[in-house]
């Protein structure tokens, strides 16, 4: 059994030492398809060679179980022979018996057939030294009329031998014990035997062992190739890092798989897309309730950058890029980043810059035309001068009077004067409704700044370029129930299929053909539950009428 061990345990280094030398550089800790690796080689040899061990047990045990049968067998034909009885009551009974023995030895491939008298006397061996000589080893039972079957050192060596009793031919088979028949193998013989059957032990043992490393190197590889070779340690790390990061990093991080399932989202892309915590993990992109826009950006998986997009309430910057690994598509990562604040800033920044536009270009205007006025006093021409400056106050305070008598919201008041200086700049008449009213703060101003702002800004855009007369109405009203703000334009109108797009992502009549005017009016319109309509203006362009509820 020695030769076994020894096999095994080659088996276990060759397999293993490749994954050392080759794998896994022994200046870094194993990969975790490294260790399984190994271990499913232990323990597949380690199992291989149990089953080896206990085979070759089995096969010995039978050896020995066949030797038994053929000794036995033998040794109860030989004894049952007429000529065994007959030799042994003859005058030479070594001269007969001697030939017969050797021939049935050959015969039945046996290593010795002993016929010896009831008194241990051989009169057969293979050596002819020993006939005449003592036979050793265990008799009595078969001088009792029994059998013996044991494993006996004797003069050929270890061997497991049969002795059974010759009795005298009577007819009926019971006669006198006149002699006794030993046949034998020797353990030497049974190990012969035995080690034939080595090799397709062996044959069968290297196809289990290498099949069960082949099964394993398969395995290893595809855990590899899916833990990018990484051990237990570094993937705890990363999973810690990982994690820490996701809850501390302040953009929205959303990961879609390539059959467009989101398996990722982060705290902060939960918030500013609306998601629950139990919501989105490992579900179809399309079951979720996101945004439209977001929606589509993610379904879609096209690469974004710097994307504009409305989700409820905020105004977001998307970037979404295709994840690769080894050339095979992974799927999506989009980035999102609140933009709602600074673009609501932006455009109070852009009206406040509009307005110091207007401003200066009034006062260069207001300086051209008081030059005028002092040249017509210096030429004594006082009345046409008092006429002029007096035309010019007059026309001022009417559109000041107008404003600030329908509207006392004082913020609503100066972005409406300011607007009206933009327009004149833009060659565009702004006009304030003659049945404007509001009075107090129905909703909050921001809010109203907001709508009114925009939708100016639009009406504005829209005009542009148009042939004149250019004019942008615009009506404030408010009721026990809720605000209204109604703004015209004589620009070429915006068609009904684009209504619900232009409020859902933003559009605009610029050149870029974008924009977040009426998406950010959307917003607020959905926040108090309130409701738009587009139709057309009596001066031939687009009229918005927004509806807020007031607050309560």
């Known amino acids: 059994m020695v030769w076994v061990s020894a096999e095994l345990t080659v088996t276990v280094i060759l397999f293993i030492a490749p994954t050392q030398e080759r794998n896994v550089p022994m200046t870094r800790r194993w990969s975790i398809a490294a260790q399984l690796f190994a271990l499913q080689v232990v323990v597949v040899t380690l199992l291989v060679g149990g089953g080896l061990a206990g085979a070759v047990a089995l096969a010995r045990d039978d050896a020995r179980d066949a030797a038994v049968e053929t000794v036995v067998a033998v040794a109860e034909t030989v004894a049952r022979s007429p000529s065994t009885a ?43 030294d020993l006939i005449g000589k003592r036979f050793t080893g265990a008799i009595e039972p078969a001088l009792a009329g029994g059998r013996v079957v044991q494993v006996f050192t004797g003069s050929l060596g270890e061997s497991v031998r049969a002795v059974v009793p010759v009795r005298a031919e009577n007819g009926a088979g019971d006669g006198a014990i006149v002699g006794l028949v030993s046949v034998g193998i020797t353990t030497e013989e049974i190990n012969r035997r035995l080690s034939r059957q080595a090799p397709a032990l062996a044959l069968a043992t290297a196809a289990a062992l290498v099949l069960a490393a082949g099964g394993a190197w398969l395995l290893s590889r595809r855990l590899r190739r899916q833990t990018h070779g990484l051990g237990p340690a570094e993937m705890t790390r990363m999973y810690e890092y990982h994690d820490a990061v996701l809850h501390a990093v302040r953009e929205g991080l959303v990961v879609v798989d390539r059959d467009g399932r989101m398996t990722l989202a982060n705290d902060e892309g939960r918030r500013l897309l609306g998601l629950r915590d139990d919501a989105g993990t490992d579900r179809p992109v399309a079951d979720l309730d996101l945004p439209a826009a977001v929606g589509e950006l993610l379904v879609s998986g096209r690469p974004a950058e710097d994307e504009v997009v409305v989700a409820g309430e905020r105004v977001l910057v998307a970037n979404q890029r295709v994840t690769r690994f080894d050339g095979r598509r992974l799927g999506t990562v989009l980035t999102l980043r609140d933009h709602t604040d600074l673009r609501m800033l932006a455009g109070e920044l852009d009206s406040v810059r509009g307005l110091t536009d207007a401003l200066r270009a009034q006062a260069h205007e207001a300086a051209n035309r008081l030059h005028t006025v002092l040249t017509l006093v210096e030429l004594g021409r006082t009345d046409e001068a008092v006429g002029l400056a007096t035309a010019e106050l007059a026309l001022a305070q ?40 509001l009075d107090g703060e129905p909703v909050p101003s921001r809010d109203l700044l907001t709508v009114v702002g925009n939708l100016v800004d639009n009406a504005l ?47 605009s009549t610029k050149q870029q053909g974008r924009g977040l005017g009426l998406a950010l009016v959307g917003q607020v319109v959905r926040r108090y539950g309130g409701r738009y309509d587009v139709g057309t203006a009596p001066v031939g362009g687009a009229l918005v009428t927004v509806r807020l509820p007031r607050r309560t």
């Open 461 to 507: 855009e829209a005009v542009a370029g148009t042939e004149p007369p250019r004019r942008v109405t615009v009506h404030v009203s408010a009721d026990d129930d809720e605000v209204v703000v109604r703004v015209g334009d004589s620009g070429p109108g915006l068609p009904a299929e684009q209504v619900a797009e232009a409020f859902r992502r933003g559009w």
């Open 86 to 128: 007959e030799a042994l009551a003859s005058v030479d009974p070594a001269g007969r018996l001697q030939p017969f023995a050797e021939s049935t030895r050959l015969a039945t491939h046996t290593d010795f057939v002993v016929v010896m008298s009831p008194d241990r006397t051989r009169y057969s061996h293979p050596n002819p």
């Open 398 to 437: 009417q559109l000041t009077d107008q404003v600030v008598g329908a509207v006392t919201e004082p913020a609503l008041a100066a972005l409406l004067l300011g607007k009206s200086a933009q327009a004149a700049e833009r060659g565009v008449e702004l006009v304030v409704d003659d049945g404007a009213r």
